[in-house]
């Protein structure tokens, strides 16, 4: 799959021991005034025994919305570097590293959905979080619809990135799969390299790029192994017309990994589901198109606010 894939932010990010400062200067016209937007670092751990690392930014409003960010597999939360310095503080914002990934906990066992979907649930109840609209890229996608199916009343509303109703039958991550059971320790650093480059249609920022391939490399082999062989074997598409939550799918026309078929059948089988397509743009939409992608989270928010307070 690496190979049949491959193709082809910067942020100005201060680390601290607990507080990142992300820029976006770069993103904002010449003439726009820079912004800093501060997410805290800290950890969490579950009724499970897993603890989560997390990043959380400082809301304006002790009753804001909240949003959590539900990377992809082998990324962790700075998937999502490129989007966060462009949210606002009005709302409650939490970008997660799922079991396993980026400086969460790494348990011998259990990687499937349903043992991802639980610690989302674990840590909302942890974190004293009622609701919240779950935004999950890839198999973040996948555990975000699996969480709607689950503990329905967790989503207040959905957003999928390059997801799709099931994994079970997808010839490139069955060949990806293939590839990954034969890995042995340590994993080559240029076949993570170029599975995390073959996600991309446009051209990132080489600093992201960087990031993205560091953060892989932290990863276990068991884990790459246990997640991927849970996701292509765990189908709950059938239950997808149970999910009430307003959705949003956003979909990349170079996607090579999932299909348009497949984001037409999300839409079908989602009640409330509407379908956006990026042209020109891969898997990682979010991190090609970052204010595009942000904006259309919050006029998505806005649009589906009215249907959230009804219901």
């Not at 004293?128 to 996608?141: F, N, R």
């Not at 996948?142 to 967790?154: E, L, N, S």
Request: proline letters at 6%; charged letters at 20%; aromatic letters at 10%.
């Amino acid at each position: 799959m690496a190979t049949q894939l491959a193709r082809r932010a910067f942020l100005s990010l201060s680390v601290g021991t607990t507080t990142f400062f992300l820029s976006n200067k770069w993103l904002q016209p010449v003439s726009a005034k820079p912004t800093a937007f501060v997410m805290r670092s800290n950890q969490v751990q579950l009724h499970n025994g897993v603890t989560l690392n997390y990043v959380e930014n400082q809301p304006s409003f002790p009753d804001s919305d909240t949003i959590i960010f539900l990377h992809g597999y082998t990324d962790s939360w700075r998937s999502f570097e490129r989007n966060l310095p462009l949210l606002s503080n009005k709302f409650r914002i939490l970008a997660i590293d799922q079991r396993g990934h980026g400086n969460s906990s790494r348990p011998s066992c259990c990687y499937t959905q349903a043992d991802f979907a639980a610690d989302i649930d674990a840590f909302m109840t942890a974190m004293k979080i009622e609701k919240a609209t779950l935004v999950g890229h890839s198999m973040g996608g996948f555990i975000a619809h699996k969480v709607a199916v689950d503990y329905p009343q967790r989503v207040q509303r959905l957003v999928l990135i390059g997801a799709a109703p099931s994994a079970v039958k997808n010839p490139v991550l069955k060949e990806l799969n293939d590839t990954v059971q034969a890995l042995v320790e340590p994993i080559d650093p240029n076949f993570v390299r170029e599975f995390q480059a073959s996600t991309f249609y446009k051209p990132i920022p080489p600093a992201f790029l960087d990031t993205a391939v560091a953060e892989s490399l932290k990863v276990p082999l068991m884990v790459w192994k246990q997640a991927l062989a849970g996701l292509i074997v765990e189908d709950h598409a059938m239950r997808l017309d149970q999910i009430a939550a307003p959705t949003l799918i956003l979909w990349g026309d170079r996607d090579d990994i999932v299909t348009l078929q497949e984001q037409q059948a999300l839409q079908t089988q989602i009640p409330n589901a509407t379908l956006k397509i990026y042209r020109e743009t891969g898997h990682g939409l979010h991190v090609e198109s970052p204010q595009r992608f942000v904006r259309d989270l919050y006029r998505f928010m806005r649009r589906s606010q009215s249907v959230v307070k009804h219901d």
